[in-house]
């Protein structure tokens, strides 16, 4: 009884926990991953599901199918319209807010912020319906019908804030000197601002990109509200109807495999700058 107990101590349980903690975790969030990709393999049913049962009897079938079926190029296609013209708009427009923030005075910038963090804070189903409404009262008497256009608008209305917090904290890291050098070079304010603002905001700029072409390709709720027949990938997952299709498993697969690529990448990236930094602090090149 005592060596039973003994194993299960709380010395023993906390030790267990603290050398686990972390793959327990990395299990729980990739595991599902695993298993989509390992699905991703296997056939589809007469009605175009994805058989989840494994079998061990796993083809590239759906990888092959998945690039003739037309409503998946179709979607996937649309979404790329959108993202094309959300991206650059949204974190443009982000940009010269965030300098303008930059230049102004701290009461227009405290005004400026909340109201960027408190559009990220509404709930997207009350943001989708306004803009229904909106284009109800505004879109529809001039003639126009619900389609691409009002779901390129209502991406950038609800991206542009996310770009804004993204880019902030940079842009208000950036020293007033670093500015007035340049002018006092004799360089423009466009010169200034293409060679010194913006090759500052660079690595914000990049992460504003990615987290707005993030929000626009998955978005569903505001989309599903004003795409009228439009259809995006989100909108054709989420309404895919009887089980799930096959394309949507095996796309969901390779951004999957797109995005474990990619950390690895990054992680190999920064191990090999580390090592060079470190060889040359030691004299090594």
């Not at 004003?226 to 394309?247: D, E, M, P, R």
Request: proline share 3%; hydrophobic share 50%; with cysteine.
């Amino acid at each position: 009884m005592n060596s039973f107990t003994d194993f299960f101590s709380k010395d023993r349980i906390l030790s267990f926990i603290r050398k686990w903690y972390i793959f327990i975790l990395l299990s729980l969030i990739y595991i599902p991953f695993i298993v989509l990709i390992i699905i991703s393999f296997n056939g589809e049913s007469s009605r175009g599901n994805i058989v989840t049962n494994i079998t061990g009897n796993l083809t590239g079938v759906n990888y092959i199918n998945l690039f003739k079926n037309d409503e998946f190029l179709n979607s996937l296609f649309n979404t790329f319209l959108v993202v094309i013209v959300v991206v650059p708009v949204s974190v443009c427009v982000a940009i010269f807010t965030c300098l303008g923030m930059w230049y102004s005075k701290k009461r227009i910038t405290k005004f400026t912020k909340g109201i960027s963090s408190g559009n990220i804070s509404i709930p997207e189903i009350i943001t989708g319906i306004s803009l229904a409404i909106f284009y109800s009262i505004v879109w529809i008497p001039l003639g126009l019908d619900f389609g691409y256009a009002t779901v390129v608008i209502s991406h950038i209305s609800f991206c542009i804030p996310y770009a804004i917090v993204a880019i902030y904290p940079r842009i208000m890291s950036l020293k007033v000197s670093l500015v007035n050098a340049s002018n006092d070079l004799g360089a423009s304010k466009t010169r200034t601002f293409m060679k010194v603002i913006l090759p500052y905001l660079s690595p914000s700029i990049i992460s504003a990109s990615i987290i707005v072409t993030a929000m626009s390709f998955d978005d569903f709720v505001i989309t599903s509200l004003v795409n009228g027949n439009f259809q995006t990938i989100s909108t054709s997952i989420y309404l895919s109807a009887k089980g799930i299709k096959a394309w949507i498993v095996t796309f969901g697969a390779i951004l999957v495999m797109l995005f474990f690529a990619g950390s690895i990448i990054i992680a190999l990236r920064k191990i090999i700058v580390e090592k060079r930094k470190e060889g040359r602090k030691y004299g090594f090149k």
